[in-house]
């Protein structure tokens, strides 16, 4: 690992810093539905070599003199597994409505700031020797994809366990915090001379050979840039307008292959189902409380992760982009939707989001918050396990992410395991005061998708569980 790798990247520091106002926190929060209570001997081992394996869990942040460098991933002197991992019995209801407003809580409170951001909570008692786990990780420790290869050192392929290569201890750490500076600051301007001598040689080509075309490529870079970081002044949904520190947690469960079969009769992607299945339902929500959207704002994230990269580590990039709602026609929408997103991916200006966050940083914090705040939603989909999964000899039945809001009305998060899309809905309760509505909704958005498929698979639906009682927009 570099000194540039040691630190958070300019990307993380800009979310981590935007957590002085709560509302954009960075929290993820993955619920496991189990067939069984996990050995828990047996768990402390996997998780002891999974906390070798992937170093950075057992690191904590600590911030540079005079923010001279981005805070620094340092080995936790004090590092204690079983303060990390716990094992609560849940009361009586002890169901998923119980294990769903345990992930709630956690979903609602920070990070001890001293410690490695991440805690893991083994809930039993459920109905028929069944448990979950839940784990809280900041997202400046993994994003989705980071996750599932995280999962990949924890997680076993049957229920007799799986023999994983031995991880020696973590070297400890060397250099003072002159030296780490120092250190940082080379690293730092070395990447970018090395960048620029790169580009500089086909920049010089094409300025000779195609001075025209040149100038082009810049004025459509300098746009590009505009268009990633313009500040965002107004909210596109006239309902979901409220914000809080308030959230409720949702889920649903949607079969995989009616999806897929939707998703080939568009010649789109599933994330294009999946999206276009988000918009129907969103429309359908506004429709009830007696408003027509044209457009919805959605921040999605675009990985910019590569062959190579260490395991876990947040490595995405956050678009935020208008998407159409009053499309006619389901294919018509995906293919619409599919458009839209292809040409956020191939925005000049992606490549460039750390630069683009390191310039933010420079600005003061509140100047900037509020231009998160008039996003609609985040969306996320993330592809899971096709095979079955164990944790200390407990199978794996359900995989619930629920990513958080950053200021947004609602994230919504899918997750496929074993042929079912795992849908997690994490709502501010300002801006969704009836959460069980719009899960309804969604679901007619997921079931309008699905019919494309020729009807053969089971209709989507929301997972019941009598959730808490509604809150006050504030709670």
């Known amino acids: 690992m570099t000194a540039h790798d040691s630190h958070m990247t300019q990307s993380d ?32 081992r996997v998780l002891d070599r999974g906390t070798r394996a992937v170093p950075r869990i057992r690191h ?40 769903i407003e345990f992930a709630r809580t956690e979903v609602m409170s920070a990070f001890d700031p001293a410690r490695p951001l991440w805690r893991l909570t083994v809930l039993g008692g459920l109905d028929g020797g069944r448990s979950a786990l839940v784990l809280k990780v900041h997202h400046s420790l993994t994003d989705g994809i980071g996750g599932i290869q995280i999962a990949g050192e924890i997680l076993d392929f049957s229920r007799a366990g799986t023999v994983h290569a031995s991880v020696p201890a973590p070297a400890p750490s060397e250099g003072g915090v002159f030296g780490d500076i120092v250190a940082w600051n080379w690293s730092a301007g070395v990447d970018l001379v090395r960048a620029g001598v790169a580009a500089l040689p086909p920049i010089a080509r094409r300025a000779v050979t195609n001075p025209v075309g040149a100038v082009r490529d810049g004025v459509a870079m300098a746009e590009s840039l505009l268009r990633l970081a313009r500040p965002i002044t107004r909210t596109l949904s006239p309902q979901m307008t409220g914000r809080s520190l308030g959230r409720r947690l949702a889920v649903l469960e949607v079969p995989l292959e009616p999806l897929h079969g939707a998703a080939r009769r568009a010649g789109c992607t599933v994330n294009d189902a ?85 310039a933010f940083n420079r600005v003061p914090v509140g100047l900037v918050t509020s231009m998160f705040k008039h996003v609609d939603f985040v969306a996320s989909n993330v592809p899971g396990s096709p095979v079955a999964l164990y944790v200390a000899g407990a199978k794996v039945e359900r995989v619930y992410a629920f990513g958080p809001t950053t200021g947004t009305a ?16 994490n709502s501010d309760t300002a801006a969704v005061p009836d959460p069980a509505v719009l899960a309804e909704c969604l679901a007619d958005g997921f079931r309008t998708v699905a019919a494309l498929d020729a009807g053969e698979h089971d209709s989507p639906a929301p997972v019941d569980h009598p959730g808490p009682p509604e809150t006050a927009p504030g709670a």
């Open 274 to 358: 999946f999206l276009a299945s988000v918009l129907i339902g969103l429309r359908v929500y506004h429709s009830r409380h007696g408003h027509q959207v044209e457009q919805l704002r959605v921040a999605m994230p675009i990985s910019l992760r590569h062959t190579g990269d260490p395991i876990g580590g947040n490595r995405i990039t956050i678009a935020r982009f208008a998407v159409p709602v009053a499309v006619d026609g389901v294919v018509d929408l995906m293919r619409a939707l599919g458009d839209t997103v292809e040409r956020w991916r191939r925005e000049p200006a992606i490549p460039l989001s750390n630069a683009v966050a390191a």
């Open 60 to 99: 904590r942040l600590v911030a540079a003199p005079w923010g001279l460098t981005p805070p620094r991933w340092t080995p936790d002197p004090d590092f204690d597994l079983r303060w990390h991992v716990r094992h609560l019995a849940l009361p009586e209801p002890a169901d998923l409505a119980s294990v």
């Open 13 to 44: 520091l800009f979310t981590w810093s935007m957590e002085q106002d709560p509302n954009l926190r960075s929290t993820i929060v993955t619920v496991l539905m189990l067939d069984a209570e996990p050995d828990w001997d047996r768990l402390l």
């Open 410 to 425: 609602f994230n919504i998060t899918l997750i496929s395991h074993t042929g079912t899309c795992c849908i997690g809905i």
